[in-house]
């Protein structure tokens, strides 16, 4: 009697695919992701895979929504705060590094909605503060939806940055870098990882300052006056902790 292949799941659902499909974009190969290829990840016929998601985009929008499950999952593992900015400013960050993680997924999906839960507990979450600090309804979604698309805009920047071959990255951080202000000077030889963790800091930088510029115009406009009850300590922790991650990112 042939024996059944070992790992083989008896039964497949969401989740299994989901992880399955996980796998094959952690091994940096977003471009082989297709129902086929989870067939065969998972030693399975591909239309079993049909009976879970209609089609790759309905999977692709599964992804997003448990990056942003990640997101929300570290987001409420930080220390409580009553502070309504330094929750919209923490919001942002592990957003962004949730989906940096998975750069060349996050390329495909950034721009969309997932209509998952994890989303609406996001978006929820920016309304509170948004309205905790006075704002109507109408305002609230303005600027709920403003650092949101402003913070999703730049992770796509930095992932698109990351898919480029190693000596146009290079190129790229140095003009970034040197801003037509300082003379150019031919970028330094790198490590791949090396220059991936040069360019998420490079990355940091300037979204730190994107952010911050955005949440002082939150606070200078705010219909209510604002008590800052967050340390500097736990912004300076916001900020540190993706350079910590990107030894981590893919």
Request: hydrophobic fraction near 40%; include cysteine.
């Amino acid at each position: 009697m042939a024996q059944a292949k070992r790992g083989r799941p008896k039964t497949l659902s969401r989740e299994i695919i989901l992880d399955a499909a996980f796998r094959v974009v952690d091994a940096d190969a977003m471009n082989d992701l297709t129902m086929s290829r989870l067939g065969r990840e998972l030693d399975a016929d591909p239309s079993a895979v049909y009976r879970h998601f209609r089609n790759k985009d309905e999977l692709l929008l599964a992804m997003a929504d448990v990056m942003l499950e990640e997101s929300i999952q570290e987001y409420t593992s930080l220390p409580a705060t009553d502070d309504p900015v330094e929750r919209l400013r923490r919001m942002c960050w592990t957003l962004r590094r949730s989906y940096l993680r998975r750069p060349g997924l996050a390329r495909f999906v950034y721009f969309r909605f997932t209509g998952g839960e994890a989303e609406a507990a996001s978006v929820r979450t920016m309304l509170r503060d948004m309205h905790e600090l006075g704002y109507s309804d109408d305002e609230s979604i303005a600027l709920a939806r403003g650092i949101a698309e402003m913070t999703l805009g730049h992770i796509s920047m930095t992932a698109d940055s990351l898919a480029l071959p190693r000596k146009a990255q290079s190129v790229e951080l140095e003009m970034a870098r040197t801003y037509y202000t300082y003379d150019y000077v031919n970028p330094p030889k790198r490590s791949e990882a090396e220059l991936r963790e040069a360019q998420l800091v490079d990355g940091e930088t300037v979204f730190s300052t994107m952010l911050e510029t955005y949440l002082a115009g939150v606070v200078a406009q705010a219909p209510k006056p604002v008590q800052r009850t967050a340390s500097r300590r736990a912004t300076s922790t916001a900020k540190a902790a993706p350079r910590r991650a990107a030894a981590r990112a893919r």
